[in-house]
T-cell receptor, first 111, second 113 residues
């Protein structure tokens, strides 16, 4: 799987939108972009995934650049419970089953 | 549906002992995955089952590690002759289809002393 680059940490104020960036300049045409988050002392939690088009669900939105070399996870209104490590992962389902997590972005949400 | 269940939550063992962890996936999920996570790192893939068949193993899974999924339901991960370097969180996940998101359990934290 191609690699992703994320900032080590970000900080946001409660009730403000948060934009978490991810660069994946070597993405291939069959790589899906997945986002997971991990709260302290818990296993990772699936957030959202997409291939080419922007995606929305009840947790977040995923904005994918037109050239697919970057994407942004958008939390529309951060809460204290959104403080977690956010992982951006590329996955080609045709070549393997593993999710290759990096170190992710540690999001701090302040009141 | 109670999600993915892992037992025990914590395990402390002496170096050289064998340990076994259990994972109960979401009942209708036929795909099951094991990961390992050390402090400050993201989870690392260990192995994957589709039903009872173990289809992929990471090179991280040394010959001291063995995983099974009899009858395609729960899975066990055994570590023989534990070493201090095995201390980590062991995570299990399941999914219904390859293109769906995974549901992870809360993990088993192993401490080898």
């Amino acid at each position: 799987d191609a690699k992703t680059t994320q900032p080590n940490s970000m900080e946001s104020n409660e009730e403000e939108p948060v934009h978490l960036p991810c660069n994946h300049s070597t993405i291939s045409g069959t790589d899906y972009i997945h986002w997971y988050r991990q709260l302290p002392s818990q296993g990772p939690e699936y957030v959202i995934h997409g291939l080419t088009s922007n995606v929305n669900n009840r947790m977040a939105s995923l904005a994918i650049a037109e050239d697919r070399k970057s994407s942004t996870l958008i939390l529309h209104r951060a809460t204290l419970r959104d403080a977690a490590v956010y992982y951006c992962i590329l996955r080609d389902v045709d070549s393997g089953y593993a999710l290759n997590f990096g170190k992710g972005t540690s999001l701090l949400v302040t009141p | 549906d109670t999600g993915v269940s892992q037992n025990p939550r914590h395990k402390i063992t002496k170096r050289g002992q064998n340990v076994t962890f259990r994972c109960d996936p979401i009942s209708e999920h036929n795909r099951l995955y094991w990961y390992r996570q050390t402090l400050g790192q993201g989870p690392e893939f260990l192995t994957y089952f589709q039903n009872e068949a173990q289809l992929e193993k990471s090179r991280l899974l040394s010959d001291r590690f063995s995983a099974e999924r009899p009858k395609g339901s729960f899975s066990t991960l055994e570590i023989q002759r534990t070493e201090q370097g095995d201390s980590a969180m062991y995570l299990c996940a399941s999914s219904l289809a390859l293109r769906q998101g995974y549901t992870f359990g809360s993990g088993t934290r192993l401490t080898v002393v």
